[in-house]
């Protein structure tokens, strides 16, 4: 199992940015797919990106497709997410997780507690 440790959110104006981090343990890292999904309120969690393990391919949502960059430091066991273009509907708990393989449509096996971001408008 992977443990893992979001930081990063925050309040932020719409069309502002932020960067989340995650930080993973527990398994050799450059071994791990990484992905971001997130829950806003009164919905069900959502996929948001994901990046292979050496960090050449990525997959993102429609909805943060341009706006959004997911990437990793395998040397410091930690995958980002850059948000640009913040709208009042990526508010949410991002959560980043870890799986052997790509997941967009099932859920992922390792989670972090999450961190809240709120785009006021």
């Known amino acids: 199992q992977v443990q893992l440790a979001e930081s990063g959110g925050g309040l932020v104006q719409a069309g502002g940015s932020l960067r989340l981090s995650c930080a993973a343990s527990g398994r050799t890292f450059s071994n791990i797919v990484m992905g971001w999904f997130r829950q806003a309120p009164g919905k069900e969690q959502e996929f948001v990106a994901a990046?292979?393990?050496?960090?050449?391919?990525?997959y993102y949502a429609a909805s943060v497709k341009g706006r959004f960059a997911i990437s990793r430091d395998n040397a410091k066991n930690t995958v980002y997410l850059q948000m640009n273009s913040l709208k009042p509907e990526d508010t949410a708990v991002y959560y980043c997780?870890?799986?052997?393989?790509?997941?967009?449509?099932?859920?992922?096996?390792?989670w972090g507690k999450g961190t809240l971001v709120t785009v006021s408008s």
């Open positions: 990046i292979s393990r050496l960090g050449r391919n990525t």
């Open positions: 997780t870890a799986d052997e393989i790509v997941k967009i449509s099932t859920r992922p096996r390792d």
